[in-house]
């Protein structure tokens, strides 16, 4: 059974870090990109970050951009996400989400595995 398995999030206050991580088990993700979503409540669910496979291309939405920081290491099959200058906005649920494919952009529908999800709550 494939599983993707967030961990990090919490409370922070504005301007705080936060590092999330993402352990995917059951099956390797060495050829397979891997992204970073978020979802607020009331909100539909918004692309952050993507990563291909080698680690070797990303791309950043522009509302987290100089800010977020994704990486992974694929020999513990795990994809990180590390936060910085945390803002209010910020606030949201953290979906951690595996392609079929070895590049992977910014929509929903790009990606094939889920995580449950952690959350992240910004205090102002």
């Known amino acids: 059974q494939v599983q993707l398995v967030e961990s990090g999030g919490g409370l922070v206050q504005a301007g705080g870090s936060l590092r999330l991580s993402c352990a995917a088990s059951?099956?390797?993700?060495?050829?397979?990109?891997m992204g970073w979503f978020r979802q607020a409540p009331g909100k539909e669910r918004e692309f952050i970050t993507t990563?291909?496979?080698?680690?070797?291309?990303?791309r950043y939405a522009d509302s987290v951009k100089g800010r977020f920081t994704i990486s992974r290491d694929n020999s513990k099959n795990t994809v990180y996400l590390q936060m910085n200058s945390l803002k209010p906005e910020d606030t949201a649920v953290y979906y951690c989400?595996?392609?079929?494919?070895?590049?992977?952009?910014?929509?929903?529908?790009?990606?094939?595995?889920w995580g449950q999800g952690t959350q992240v709550t910004v205090s102002s």
């Open positions: 989400a595996a392609s079929y494919s070895v590049v992977a952009g910014i929509r929903v529908d790009e990606y094939d595995y």
């Open positions: 059951g099956r390797t993700f060495r050829r397979n990109a």
């Open positions: 990563v291909n496979w080698s680690g070797g291309s990303t």
